[in-house]
């Protein structure tokens, strides 16, 4: 049997991975690190190294995902990436998030979550808390209050993912019960932030450019 050529091993390869990308497993068994599946794919030039570097940040952020919930029970946790451009939203890491409530916010467009006056949504610049979801009066909850009550969240928390002046888009941490988020989390959360922000401001054109590429595989 002929060797499938490279482009078309490629092909497959990359096909797969795009499958896999909104769902990657934050809790991984045995500790796997999918970073030395990405290395040896760009060794065999099967990704190029935007697309190992992107992979890379990808996983990273599932990783903190990971933390967050373990840190913080009975919460979900999700990172987003705001595109300045187009004004959009677009998944982080959602793999612990419901799947309806991605498909929503997968390349959502933010522009009724600009506040008169401003020129980017609320969450982006400052920490919004919201403690139940379904008596909310603010412009984020009024936006979006029947997708995040279909999936069944009753209370959230975004804080804004910034560096440097830099605006990258925000973390969420996601509630099934109405609950108060208390200043001190709040204050933990912008800690955690810290955390990632550093990388996510060097990749943030990689990363949107491959999780663009993976909605539309």
């Not at 300045?84 to 982080?92: A, F, S, V």
């Not at 006056?117 to 919201?130: A, M």
Request: hydrophobic content about 35%.
């Amino acid at each position: 049997m002929e060797k499938i050529p490279q482009s078309l091993q490629k092909f497959r390869y990359m096909k797969e991975i795009k499958k896999i990308l909104p769902t990657f497993e934050p809790m991984l068994e045995n500790n796997k690190d999918l970073s030395s599946v990405f290395f040896n794919l760009y060794q065999n030039d099967l990704i190029s190294e935007n697309e190992f570097m992107a992979f890379q940040t990808k996983f990273m952020l599932s990783q903190f995902s990971s933390l967050m919930e373990r840190n913080f029970k009975n919460l979900n946790c999700a990172i987003y990436i705001y595109d300045e451009k187009d004004m959009r939203l677009w998944n982080g890491a959602t793999s612990s998030i419901a799947e309806g409530y991605n498909e929503y916010t997968n390349g959502l467009s933010v522009e009724n979550d600009i506040v008169p006056g401003d020129d980017v949504p609320i969450y982006v610049k400052g920490t919004v808390n919201i403690p139940d979801v379904e008596r909310g009066v603010d412009i984020t909850s009024l936006n979006h209050k029947e997708a995040l009550l279909r999936n069944g969240y009753h209370a959230l928390c975004l804080s804004p993912l910034n560096h440097g002046g830099h605006m990258i888009g925000c973390s969420v941490m996601f509630s099934k019960q109405v609950r108060t988020f208390t200043v001190h989390e709040m204050e933990l959360f912008v800690r955690y932030n810290k955390l990632i922000e550093g990388k996510l401001v060097e990749m943030k054109n990689q990363l949107l450019s491959t999780i663009k590429n993976s909605k539309m595989a």
